[in-house]
T-cell receptor
Framework: GAGVSQSPSNKVTEKGKDVELRCDPI?????LYWYRQSLGQGLEFLIY????????KSGLPSDRFSAERTGGSVSTLTIQRTQQEDSAVYLC????????????FGPGTRLTVL | AQSVSQHNHHVILSEAASLELGCNYS??????LFWYVQYPGQHLQLLLK??????LVKGIKGFEAEFIKSKFSFNLRKPSVQWSDTAEYFC???????????FGKGTTLSVSS
């Protein structure tokens, strides 16, 4: 079956603009995660969804970042008033296990803020 | 806070050499440990995982890792690397809340043929 898909694959925006990043998890996966990978850094956790609720959003770096998930499927990560330090690859992962025992990653969205 | 340390930032090997990548984690309780690999131009994929039981776990493509609780380590090994193993390798531990993976900064492996 299809894996996790993310769109767009690349996004270039100007500082101060809002951006929306989309994640389509594997069908039937109840758990969904967003991570951020900056140059030279590992993956940084942002937010975890179980179904449509987000029991852990502790990784969101500021209130400019928000995410939602509708219908227990597609998720959107929104970054408002983007800053240059937001430039990174944003990765989405999904898991059929609520515990996240194994996570399946998408290809990521490379965000560049000019 | 939980953390994962990968000691080698960049490893360069010749084909057929043996590989060991170090990984240490900070949490002392029950741990779920993972190694993920990212081949050039591809997305992250799971190499192997440890939850419980035999501390020597085998993964795909001939990789294995050993969980040593007393050393808080989960090192990745392969007896003989191939050029196709060139990739970035990430060690990860599930956080205490069970809601996310905490990743190390990754090790880039370059294998020359």
């Amino acid at each position: 079956g299809a894996g996790v898909s993310q769109s767009p694959s690349n996004k270039v925006t100007e500082k101060g603009k809002d951006v929306e990043l989309r994640c389509d998890p594997i069908s039937g996966h109840t758990a969904l995660y967003w991570y951020r990978q900056s140059l030279g850094q590992g993956l940084e956790f942002l937010i975890y969804f179980q179904g449509n609720s987000a029991p852990d959003k502790s990784g969101l770096p500021s209130d400019r970042f928000s995410a939602e998930r509708t219908g227990g499927s597609v998720s959107t990560l929104t970054i408002q008033r983007t800053q240059q330090e937001d430039s990174a690859v944003y990765l989405c992962a999904s898991s059929p296990f609520p515990s996240g025992a194994e996570q399946f990653f998408g290809p990521g969205t490379r965000l560049t803020v000019l | 806070a939980q953390s994962v340390s990968q000691h080698n930032h960049h490893v360069i090997l010749s084909e057929a050499a043996s590989l060991e990548l170090g990984c240490n984690y900070s949490y002392g309780g029950t741990v779920n440990l993972f190694w993920y690999v990212q081949y050039p131009g591809q997305h992250l994929q799971l190499l192997l995982k440890y939850f419980s039981g035999d501390p020597l776990v085998k993964g795909i493509k001939g990789f294995e890792a050993e969980f040593i609780k007393s050393k808080f380590s989960f090192n990745l090994r392969k007896p003989s690397v191939q050029w196709s193993d060139t990739a970035e390798y990430f060690c990860a531990v599930k956080n205490q809340a069970g809601t996310a993976l905490i990743f190390g900064k990754g090790t880039t492996l370059s294998v020359s043929s």
